[in-house]
C-alpha cells in the first residue's frame, strides 16, 4: 500500500520526466477518475506543460502553467510510472499522460480505490483542509500537541490522515516498534519521553524509507518479519503478536512494547 515514501517516489518519477508538455491524454479506465469526465480531463489537460510536482502526505500534486492541477492519490495498490514509448501497456494501466518527448505517464492501479483529479486552486485547497501537517514536516512540539489530545489508541490517531498525513499501516507498526510504545496505548497517556522516542522513531524511519522509496522489508525492521509464518521479534528474539487496531492488522512485540 503506497505510504508517504513510495508516493514521494512517484514525485521524483514526475520531477525525472521534466516539466513536459502533456500532448495527449488516454483514459483506459474511467474508474480511476474522481469528480471529472474524461471529456474535461483531456479538454482542460491536453495541451498543458507540467509544473513541478509536490507532495502533501500521501497526495501528489502535478501542477501545469496557466492551468489546473493533477492530483494523484493512489488507494491501495496504486503507482505512477515514466514509461518509453515502446513499452507495452499492462493491464493495470488505467490513464495514460502522452508527453511531447513521447514519453508516457502511467497511472497503474489494480483496486481502483482512490485515482486522478483534474483541480483548480480552491479543489487543492479544500483537500488540504481536510488534511494534518505532512509527516515529515512535523517537529517534536507539534506531534506532542497533535496527539496529546486524541482519544483512543495512538495508532488510531497517528493513522488518521487529519491529524497527521502520509503515515500508513506499516510505517505505524514499525514507527511504533521502534520507539517501543505499544499501538494500543492511548494517545493522551504518552509520556514525555514517549514522544522524544515517538518523534525521533518517525523522523528516522521516514528519511531512511524515503531513500528506499518504500518501507524496507529489511530483517533488521519489523516490516521484514510481519509475514513470516512465525514471526520473531527483529530485536529481542520473542514471538511477535499480531491483531487488529485500527480496523488494519497490526503486529507488535508485547516484551519490547509493553
Known amino acids: 500500500m503506497p505510504e508517504l515514501p513510495d508516493v514521494e517516489g512517484f514525485r521524483q518519477v514526475l520531477i525525472a520526466c521534466g516539466r513536459r508538455c502533456v500532448t495527449d491524454i488516454e483514459v483506459r479506465d474511467a474508474g ?68 511531447d518527448d513521447m514519453r508516457s505517464l502511467r497511472f497503474r492501479d489494480q483496486r481502483k480505490l482512490q485515482g486522478v483529479q483534474l483541480a483548480d486552486e480552491a479543489t487543492v485547497d479544500r483537500i488540504l483542509g481536510r488534511l494534518g ?61 514517549a514522544y522524544r522516542r515517538l518523534h525521533a522513531a518517525m523522523g528516522w524511519v521516514l528519511r531512511t524509507s524515503v531513500s528506499a522509496g518504500c518501507v524496507p522489508p529489511r530483517r533488521s525492521w519489523l516490516t521484514g518479519r510481519r509475514h513470516d509464518s512465525e514471526p520473531l521479534c527483529p530485536r529481542c528474539g520473542r514471538p511477535l503478536c499480531s491483531g487488529r487496531v485500527a480496523g488494519r492488522r497490526t503486529v507488535w512485540c508485547p516484551h519490547c512494547q509493553s
Open 133 to 193: 501537517p505532512d509527516a515529515l514536516a512535523v517537529d517534536r512540539a507539534e506531534l506532542k500537541e497533535l496527539l496529546s489530545g486524541r482519544r483512543g489508541a495512538v495508532k488510531s490517531a497517528l493513522m488518521d490522515q487529519s491529524v497527521i498525513a502520509g503515515l500508513g499501516n506499516l510505517l505505524c507498526d514499525e514507527i511504533l516498534w521502534r520507539a517501543r510504545v505499544a499501538p494500543r496505548t492511548p494517545a493522551r497517556g504518552l509520556s514525555g519521553t
Open 32 to 99: 480511476v477518475l474522481r469528480g471529472v469526465t474524461e471529456h474535461r480531463l483531456r479538454k482542460e489537460g491536453e495541451g498543458r506543460r507540467l509544473g513541478r510536482a509536490w507532495r502533501h502526505g500521501k497526495w501528489l500534486f502535478a501542477p501545469t502553467d496557466g492551468g489546473p492541477t493533477f492530483v494523484f492519490h493512489f488507494g491501495m495498490t496504486g503507482s505512477l510510472r515514466c514509461c518509453s514509448p515502446d513499452e507495452p501497456f499492462v493491464p493495470h494501466d488505467r490513464l495514460v499522460l502522452t508527453l
